[in-house]
């Protein structure tokens, strides 16, 4: 009975568990639109987001933060993210994170196709990260994305380039996925194990919609060593925009997936079983 007990506990206490938090700095966020410099945080100004420095159109200088960004988090040219400030959100494919994400507040009007990321514009993102390696043993990752979410409207769909622990292969890749949310489907458009040159400190992960003649939307990332470029790729395999809307907005984040926690009514089944354990050998003894 007592072996019976530590294993039961021993289960129970894992189920519980959160995975561990993902914890990167970013060094820069950038946006081009139509060829010309759209919008560029350097994080600088030691004042973290929501706020966001030279922000196009003249709009309010925000970004929407999926979390809490504490003060301090900001410093000397980095912002530090970690996923266990992040909000608890659901992915395409049905599974809980912790998620700090700042999806840069740019125009969702679909009738104005001046502002903003629209169909009518070519555009490119880039962000760039200290190079930190995710343990698991759940996902766990950090990189950019475009959705096409905000305005009171909710995101059907993401794209989503990210560095992240893969439980399959047991080791850190690059990804390069779409997330449908009416399907309720995650699509890896590109995976492949990181393999960062001896010396890497940096990657740099980017997003493009180089031409109006298609939709397709193209994912790099380069491994940089002091700046300097030193490795990396563009994926043959693209995806597509607009799929459902006519804009897109820009984010970057941090994430950490959560473990199942056992439902109140399954905990209940374990404790009146165990209590059945106990009546049934306690029975045996007397009788």
């Known amino acids: 009975m007592r072996k019976s007990l530590v294993l039961i506990a021993t289960s129970f206490a894992f189920a519980c568990a959160q995975a561990a938090p993902v914890v990167v700095d970013i060094d820069q966020f950038s946006l081009v639109k139509n060829g010309n410099s759209f919008f560029v945080d350097p994080f ?91 343990t698991g043993p759940l996902y766990s990752g950090y990189g950019i994305g475009f959705n096409d979410g905000g305005g009171g409207n909710v995101r059907r769909n993401e794209w989503n380039l990210q560095l992240q622990y893969s439980e399959t292969l047991g080791q850190d890749i690059i990804r390069f996925a779409w997330q449908d949310f009416d399907a309720n489907i995650i699509n890896n458009l590109a995976v492949i194990p990181v393999s960062a040159p001896l010396g890497s400190d940096q990657v740099s992960f980017t997003l493009a919609r180089p031409s109006l003649d298609t939709f397709d939307l193209v994912a790099s990332f380069a491994y940089l060593d002091n700046g300097v470029v030193v490795g990396g790729q563009t994926f043959p395999q693209v995806g597509t925009v607009f799929q459902d809307r006519n804009w897109v907005r820009g984010l970057f984040f941090a994430a950490s997936r959560e473990q199942t926690v056992p439902e109140p009514a399954s905990l209940l089944l374990v404790l009146l079983g165990l209590l059945g354990a106990v009546t049934v050998r306690s029975y045996r003894r007397i009788h």
């Open 44 to 134: 600088g100004d030691d004042v973290p987001p929501p706020s966001a420095p030279n922000f196009p159109n003249g709009a309010p200088a925000s970004y929407f933060v999926g979390g809490t960004i504490p003060a301090g988090a900001e410093t000397n040219g980095l912002l530090r993210l970690n996923s266990s400030n992040g909000a608890i959100v659901v992915n395409a494919g049905g599974f809980v994170n912790h998620s700090l994400a700042s999806i840069l507040q740019t125009d969702v009007n679909p009738a104005n196709l001046v502002n903003g990321l629209k169909i009518d514009d070519t555009f490119s993102m880039t962000g760039v990260f200290s190079l930190v390696p995710n």
